[in-house]
């Protein structure tokens, strides 16, 4: 009994542990643009013990055991700031910019903060290039006009480029959205956009982190107590363990 009670306790701080480091990473990250907060998902399972007494087995009581079934990032949309600056764009939907990087990977973005590079290219600084349907966007040093559709004119209302967007649900599986970095993310779910999804693309602003800084202060004060509780309760019983040896060894 006090080797389960040792095992639950040891999985407790473990679950909270992880959570810890889940809401820590939000909490860095709430100023960065386009973040998506990390959530642990948990779920529990019950541990019966049964004692079996002249062939009829009794139930002794149960424990619920709870574990990390999977982290996944949260894909809610987030509130915009405006700059008024003609490099920043912000998205209101379901859709993502894309952004490719030198090595020729292209991963999906809502950080709306982008930038000239030494070409003339529009960049999300070390990230990578912003993408067009027809790949990297030129601009140039023009003046631009980026348009809620994402088409992006010149002054003269002539066509640069047609922003290349992807489509990711908010109820996306896990297992489809990796996050790299801060602020990019790999999606290999490849989910065909429904018909009549709406978005538009907002030039002069971008998007904030979804983070919310109080429910995350709040949730991290309240595992650092789970977990200072689970420890104590680990030394507990790892005290009691080794005082029962001690006993075992007397009564010899």
């Given at each position: 009994m006090f080797m389960r009670g040792?095992?639950?306790s040891a999985q407790a701080m473990i679950v909270k542990q992880r959570e810890l480091d889940a809401v820590s990473n939000n909490i860095n990250n709430i100023n960065t643009p386009g973040y998506r907060k990390d959530e642990v998902t948990l779920n529990t399972f019950m541990d019966e013990l049964i004692w079996v007494q002249g062939r009829r087995a009794t139930h002794s009581g149960t424990f619920q055991q709870t574990y990390v079934e999977e982290s996944r990032t949260n894909l809610e949309q987030s509130s915009l700031e405006f700059?008024?600056?003609?490099?920043?764009?912000?998205?209101?939907?379901?859709?993502?910019?894309?952004i490719t990087d030198r090595a020729g990977?292209?991963?999906?973005?809502?950080?709306?903060?982008?930038?000239?590079?030494?070409?003339?290219?529009?960049?999300?600084?070390?990230?990578?290039?912003?993408?067009?349907?027809?790949?990297?966007?030129?601009?140039?040093?023009?003046?631009?006009v980026v348009n809620t559709d994402g088409t992006i004119v010149n002054t003269d209302g002539e066509l640069i480029a047609q922003l290349l967007l992807t489509y990711i649900p908010p109820?996306?599986?896990?297992?489809?959205?990796?996050?790299?970095g801060d602020n990019l993310i790999s999606y290999v779910g490849g989910a065909e956009m429904p018909e009549g999804e709406?978005?538009?693309?907002?030039?002069?602003?971008?998007?904030?982190?979804?983070?919310?800084?109080?429910?995350?202060?709040?949730?991290l004060l309240e595992l650092q107590r789970m977990f200072e509780a689970n420890s104590a309760i680990l030394k507990a019983f790892d005290m009691i363990n080794s005082r029962s040896a001690d006993l075992a060894k007397l009564n010899r």
């Open positions: 040792f095992y639950n700059t008024y600056s003609r490099f920043d764009f912000a998205i209101h939907g379901d859709v993502y910019f894309n990977n292209t991963y999906q973005s809502r950080a709306g903060q982008f930038e000239l590079d030494n070409e003339g290219y529009l960049c999300l600084g070390r990230s990578g290039r912003l993408q067009g349907v027809n790949g990297d966007i030129y601009v140039g040093h023009d003046d631009f109820d996306a599986p896990a297992v489809d959205v990796l996050k790299i709406r978005f538009d693309i907002i030039q002069g602003a971008f998007e904030k982190s979804n983070v919310d800084a109080n429910k995350e202060m709040v949730k």
